[in-house]
């Protein structure tokens, strides 16, 4: 069993959230991009009256059809002002400042908590795509350092009166009143995207949530998770003004009305998910990218998207953990998987492919109504009993 952490982990419960491609598959019509956006934020609406955790927006530039949600603070605002009590999250902001400059992530964060009645998580990362990198003209080998570099000034500007100023190697910034300031105090939970071993050792040991974005069966997120438990065990230093030390793998989900049904449904949206996540990967197989090195093997990126791309039985889904497709009881037991291995937030990816609206509100109402109320009535505490 996992130990305890120093902050008294495990406590919560485990929650079921969102998150979103804004993935929009061809052919397209006028209304394609307008419909992905405004089903989205309808699936939202009905995951706040369920009793969701939480809806998260990535953010992507230039990867067309994989996803098109290249300004998730909008669709955000746009899912806060529909809803009551589901968290919004960044997951996640692009901080290398070609991307954006740590200013205006401080700013666009804290009024999006505002706007939200103190609801927003906020997620940083570096991206991991040659597209978006060499789009921005951004050197893949700076990308972790101006990550680093700019990820700590956020706090400093959502806390201080007058943000005191910087003079780093990628910022340099005067003392300005950085405003607004968020609603939550000192500031939003941070969290980091996280698809590499190395990452979740950053991202526990700076103190901040992991966003396990890896989508590997269940053996490989067992391993991340004990890189970030020992990891965030040997935080002294947060990057935040607290540490957040939750981990939370995403999957593909499809709740059927049966197995069958399910893998029938979800088959499509898991291969088009996959083949579109190979080709993202594909400029940078077989080249020597210093900090990229884990994307540049053929072959696990071919493990990673063969496995989504050719469903196995419901049994061998459940039981590897790649998705969470099936009924409501094969999506429970999966969900069970996470929770003993000490998950605090599983992300499903509801929208993919050309999975339609209507499946897909079918989906969010059984896990809302059959799923989510039996691992509300599990407590962490089992697993330390």
């Known amino acids: 069993m996992w130990p305890l952490s ?32 405004h089903q989205a934020i309808e699936q939202s609406v009905l995951a706040d009256k369920l009793g969701f955790h939480s809806v998260w927006a990535v953010e992507h530039h230039f990867l067309v059809e994989y996803s098109h949600c290249s300004a ?16 919004v ?9 070609p991307f954006n400059h740590p200013a205006r992530v401080a700013e666009r964060a804290a009024a999006l908590d505002i706007v939200s009645n103190g609801r927003l998580e906020v997620g940083t990362g570096r991206s991991i795509t040659e597209a978006e990198l060499g789009g921005f ?31 780093g190697k990628y910022v340099t910034m005067p003392p300005r009143p950085v405003i607004p300031k968020p609603i939550q105090k000192p500031h939003p939970p941070m ?21 396990a974005f890896g989508f590997g069966p269940l053996s490989n997120v067992e391993d991340w998770h004990k890189i970030y438990r020992e990891a965030s065990a040997r ?27 399910a893998v029938e449904t979800g088959s499509e949206p898991a291969a088009f998910f996959a083949a579109s996540l190979s080709q993202l990967f594909a400029p940078w197989i077989g080249k020597e990218v210093k900090g990229y090195e ?14 989504l791309a050719n469903l196995p039985t419901p049994a061998e889904m459940q039981r590897e953990g790649y998705t969470l497709i099936g009924s409501p009881e094969t999506i429970t037991r999966t969900m069970r998987n996470y929770f003993e291995m000490g998950a605090d937030l599983v992300l499903g990816v509801v929208q993919a492919g050309h999975l339609p609206h209507d499946k897909i509100m079918a989906s969010l109402e059984r896990i809302g109504t059959q ?4 691992v509300k009535s599990w407590s962490k505490q089992e697993v330390t009993a």
Request: charged letters at 25%; one cysteine or more; glycine letters at 8%.
């Open 6 to 37: 120093s902050s008294g982990w495990p406590g919560a419960d485990m929650d079921i959230g969102l998150i979103y491609e804004l993935q929009t598959p061809r052919p397209w019509n006028e209304r394609s991009e307008h419909d992905s956006y």
């Open 294 to 307: 884990y994307y540049t093997d053929l072959k696990r990126v071919q493990e990673i998207s063969g496995a």
């Open 235 to 261: 935080c002294t230093d947060p990057i935040g003004e607290f540490q957040n030390e939750r981990f939370a793998p995403a999957a593909i989900t499809y709740c059927g009305e049966s197995d069958d049904e």
């Open 191 to 211: 969290w980091m995207a996280c698809t590499q071993p190395d990452s979740f050792r950053v991202a526990g040991e700076g103190g901040l949530g992991a966003l």
């Open 137 to 167: 003209d951004i050197d893949p080998l700076d990308s972790r350092p101006m990550w680093e570099e700019a990820v700590r000034l956020l706090p400093k500007m959502w806390t201080q009166e007058v943000f005191e100023g910087f003079e």
């Open 89 to 97: 999250g960044h997951g996640v902001a692009l901080m290398p400042i």
């Open 72 to 87: 998730p603070e909008i669709f955000l605002t746009a899912v806060a002002a529909k809803t009551e009590r589901i968290r």
């Open 371 to 374: 799923v989510i109320p039996e």
